[in-house]
């Protein structure tokens, strides 16, 4: 019982002080986690904060319209779909039936589309919004393209404010590490599907 306690505790340790900090900033270079981004003045005194980022072999343009598309109609948010999705695949590939993303467009998920800048920034959000059973909390995903030469790069950060104590450490301790492996999952999603668009070539 007493190797068992240890071994519980070295590895809660090594996830808080090794893992968890990489995972918060996958794929970042150096300031870009500290930065001020877009969105930021929506949930202003985070508990949580995610600041993930990619390149894409494509310039924005052709970033863009997967962005705008996303989380629309069942299009889903490309990641994972069991999570993020219901179940139901995100959508391969450009659908033309659906309007133009505006300020204030109602998401699959209750998000509200809260800011835009085509084809260059998407913040979606909303306020007391249900993100577990009994936890609310506001929460904000900014979304932002910056082109350089040909390729893209794109930084997408969370921010959210859960209520109450009991909501901080539900949504720090249980689920801050599923929304990391989501939004990473996420953003190689947007990559491979741009990248495929860019090329001509059938996403797989």
């Not at 600041?51 to 970033?63: F, G, L, R, S, W």
């Not at 069991?82 to 300020?103: C, E, K, M, T």
């Not at 720090?172 to 953003?187: P, S």
Request: aromatic share 8%.
């Amino acid at each position: 019982m007493r190797k068992l306690a240890s071994l519980t505790l070295l590895t809660g340790a090594g996830y808080w002080l090794f893992a968890r900090p990489h995972m918060l900033k996958w794929g970042t270079r150096l300031g870009e986690s500290q930065r001020r981004l877009p969105g930021d003045d929506v949930v202003p005194a985070p508990n949580q904060q995610i600041t993930q980022a990619v390149d894409i072999d494509a310039p924005p343009e052709a970033v863009w319209p997967w962005l705008a598309q996303m989380g629309r109609e069942r299009t889903g948010w490309y990641g994972i779909d069991l999570l993020g999705n219901r179940g139901v695949p995100s959508a391969r590939y450009l659908r033309s039936d659906l309007d133009a993303p505006q300020v204030g467009m109602v998401t699959d998920g209750g998000y509200e589309i809260l800011q835009l800048g085509p084809p260059r920034l998407i913040v979606f959000g909303g306020y007391d919004l249900a993100l577990v059973p009994g936890v609310n909390g506001d929460l904000s995903l900014a979304y932002l393209l910056e082109p350089h030469g040909a390729q893209t790069r794109l930084i997408v950060r969370m921010r959210l404010f859960a209520y109450g104590a009991v909501g901080k450490w539900v949504t720090k301790v249980l689920f801050e590490w599923v929304d990391a492996l989501e939004l990473h999952q996420q953003l190689q999603g947007l990559r491979a599907r741009a990248e495929a668009t860019e090329r001509q070539i059938e996403i797989t």
